[in-house]
């Protein structure tokens, strides 16, 4: 019933009712028992288990990702002729990505209809209407989708422990990196689930709960190279360059430092547009590897990349040495690394994203957004 409360939900002091004579305007909202959110979380992951759907989604994956893995180990052997530690560094970056891509897909479906979905289906008031805290009710809710996420994803451990038993990585990379990529993905679900207490449709929910896993997945990092003209300034660069070259080696012997004026992207003021994206946190998170395998490392990489671009344009380079001066590289892990703060921001996300789904299922109810039901 659209706009309009139920007799449990708007029950009062004083209503003294058999049964639930604790009136519920006076439960306390941020109540959390372990109990009580232990039931919330048991209720809805029955419900999710007797999908067959879902069985067979834990099937396909698994399948898939496990023969991805096979593939390339096999590729590997083909062209390369050997399967060293080289190949299981490449191996296990590549299937840590796809295993979080997949749970980035998954998360926000199964918790975008959380809320607005068993409103619509008249169960949400069933469960208001109990001595369970609205905190109870939420926290017990995302656990629930937080686990449905994780068991779906568990169909990628085989892929991992094969990348991990060829070597190149050592066990503290490996638990640092399922740990990030479990926080990412509790953070994507406990958005999906503020989603679906603050609109009443679930396709809405559903549609925003992907775009919002888009934006900060992939539209965050986009928008650095795309705001160059906005952060683009004209600066005087430094460079040291090579007059004379020997003919037998290519190498410089003889260099001259000259100034130049050049436009340069200053990336060093829109850095913390990465820290949104989950696979900037969860690369830049991981330990860094032996420099015998540096350079296989996707994720590393991949992280270098943010810290590169928090240190901003280099105004002083060295045209005589190939590749990186160490000058550079000091500067760049002097600054240390960018994924704390996005761990900040998703703790932001996930306290307001919980902070919407108790206040949505808070009773009595004052008022109703337009569309919203009880029952």
């Known amino acids: 019933m659209s706009g309009t409360t139920s007799p449990a939900a708007t029950a009062g002091p004083g209503d003294g009712r058999r049964g639930w004579d604790r009136p519920t305007g006076d439960l306390p909202t941020w109540r959390l028992s372990r109990d009580g959110v232990g039931t919330v979380a048991w209720l809805e992951l029955?419900?999710?288990m007797r999908a067959r759907r879902w069985v067979v989604a834990w099937a396909v994956w698994t399948t898939l990702v496990t023969g991805l893995s096979g593939l390339i180990v096999l590729a590997a052997t083909t062209l390369g002729g050997r399967v060293d530690e080289e190949?299981?560094?490449t191996l296990f970056g590549v299937v840590v990505?796809?295993?979080l891509s997949f749970g980035l897909l998954v998360a926000p479906g199964l918790a975008a209809t959380s809320v607005n979905g068993d409103s619509r289906d008249g169960t949400l008031a069933t469960l208001q209407a109990t001595l369970l805290s609205p905190a109870e009710l939420a926290v017990g809710r995302l656990l629930a989708a937080w686990c449905g996420t994780l068991a779906l994803v568990a169909g990628g451990l085989p892929s991992i422990g094969i990348a991990f038993a060829l070597g190149g990585t050592s066990?503290?990379?490996l638990l640092v990196i399922v740990?990030?990529?479990?926080?990412?993905?509790a953070v994507?679900?406990?958005t999906g689930l503020g989603l679906s207490a603050v609109l009443a449709r679930p396709v809405a929910s559903i549609v925003v709960a992907y775009v919002v896993t888009f934006c900060l997945a992939v539209v965050s990092p986009l928008l650095v190279p795309l705001s160059a003209s906005l952060v683009t300034t004209t600066e005087t660069v430094t460079v040291l360059e090579a007059t004379e070259f020997d003919p037998d080696t290519g190498r410089p012997l003889g260099c001259e430092e000259r100034q130049l004026t050049e436009e340069v992207m200053r990336t060093d003021w829109t850095w913390w547009l990465l820290v949104a994206s989950p696979y900037v946190v969860v690369a830049d998170a991981a330990p860094a590897q032996r420099p015998t395998v540096a350079d296989a490392d996707v994720l590393r990489g991949l992280g270098d990349v943010s810290r590169t671009a928090r240190l901003g344009p280099e105004l002083e380079r060295d045209w005589c040495t190939w590749g990186e001066s160490p000058e550079r590289a000091e500067e760049r892990e002097a600054l240390g690394p960018v994924w704390p703060y996005g761990v900040v921001f998703y703790l932001l996300l996930v306290a307001g994203s919980l902070y919407l789904v108790v206040r949505r299922l808070r009773t009595p109810v004052?008022?109703?957004g337009h569309g919203q039901r009880i029952a």
């Open 46 to 48: 029955r419900r999710l």
């Open 87 to 89: 190949v299981g560094t």
């Open 97 to 99: 990505l796809v295993v």
């Open 171 to 173: 066990l503290l990379r």
């Open 179 to 185: 740990l990030l990529v479990a926080v990412s993905l």
């Open 188 to 190: 994507v679900t406990a």
């Open 366 to 368: 004052r008022r109703l």
